[in-house]
């Protein structure tokens, strides 16, 4: 059986700039009430905006920025 190679993150912060970049969040396990873990498929392009995410070379568009966040939020309220 093969296996998704997915990265875990839980940086809510992350997630949201990976989902304005067009990234769709694979999973979230918010089991642990003080940390929400997400989950994204890996890929090399993914792996590259991590990595610029870090070292600040990410530009997004504020509102979509906090659109994404909003979602995110709405999704763990929802519980989905």
């Given at each position: ?38 989950y ?38 929802e519980?989905t």
């Amino acid at each position: 059986m093969d296996t998704i190679p997915l990265i875990k993150t839980p940086d809510t912060n992350l997630a949201a700039t990976l989902l304005t970049l067009g990234y769709y969040i694979d999973g979230m396990d918010n089991s642990n009430p003080k940390k929400v873990i997400f989950y994204f498929v890996k890929t090399p392009q993914l792996v590259a905006h991590i990595e610029a995410y870090w070292k600040d070379e990410l530009n997004v568009n504020p509102r979509d920025l906090a659109y994404a966040r909003k979602e995110i939020l709405a999704r763990l309220h929802e519980g989905t």
